[in-house]
């Protein structure tokens, strides 16, 4: 009888130290994934922060552009409204330059305007651009935030041993992997309460 129990002792903890090592393997595994898919992912974050970057800057720029285009065109008006006033009291010889002035300023006034219109729309696709980029950074920064949570939770899941830890993991680990592939997609995705919590 001794001999039976000692027996099943014996195989309850070569099962128990079978089961522990089963879950040290899995935890061990999914933390080697997680970590190489964040690799990943912080890779395509920066390339999209530099290209964030360069359309905000290209923004800047553009729009910079067009008010200097809007001041010339106002210098413009300004100064046909000048020769306008002018003319009424020039004498014949001095009216047809003055007309050849107005005709001038009035084709710049045009000029600009619809300068003024392509740099402004210029300006607004490197807007566009920019919240397109940032959509993809947010999903990103959810992705790294959830992979980050399930990492802890394996680690506290290796020491504690609780498989219930590794389901929950493994909910955070999904999450991670969903906003990364929507970030990598391009996906039209945006929890925008996440994001502004996380703001």
């Known amino acids: 009888m001794a001999e039976e129990l000692s027996e099943q002792i014996k195989e309850a903890v070569e099962r128990a130290e079978h089961k522990a090592s089963g879950l040290g393997n899995a935890v061990a595994i999914l933390v080697a994934l997680a970590a190489t898919f964040?690799?990943?992912i912080s890779v395509k974050d920066r390339n999209i922060t530099l290209r964030m970057d360069q359309a905000q800057a290209k923004a800047i720029d553009t729009w910079n552009y067009y008010q200097s285009k809007?001041?010339?065109?106002?210098?413009?008006?300004?100064?046909?409204?000048?020769?306008?006033?002018?003319?009424?009291?020039?004498a014949a010889v001095a009216t047809a330059d003055l007309d050849k002035r107005i005709a001038n300023y009035e084709k710049q006034v045009k000029r600009y305007d619809h300068e003024k219109g392509e740099v402004k729309e210029e300006a607004e696709g490197y807007e566009k651009r920019y919240e397109e980029l940032n959509s993809?950074?947010?999903?990103f920064d959810l992705c790294e935030a959830a992979m980050?949570?399930?990492?802890?939770?394996l680690g506290v899941t290796a020491l504690t041993r609780k498989r219930w830890l590794l389901g929950v993991a493994a909910?955070?680990?999904l999450l991670g992997v969903f906003f990364g592939?929507?970030?990598?997609?391009?996906?039209?995705?945006?929890?925008?309460?996440?994001?502004?919590?996380?703001?």
């Open 70 to 90: 809007s001041m010339k065109q106002n210098l413009a008006e300004a100064t046909l409204d000048q020769l306008m006033a002018a003319r009424g009291s020039a």
């Open 171 to 173: 909910v955070f680990l």
């Open 148 to 153: 980050s949570v399930a990492i802890a939770l």
């Open 136 to 139: 993809r950074h947010d999903l």
């Open 38 to 40: 964040v690799a990943l």
């Open 181 to 199: 592939v929507a970030g990598f997609a391009g996906l039209p995705i945006h929890p925008e309460t996440a994001i502004k919590w996380l703001a």
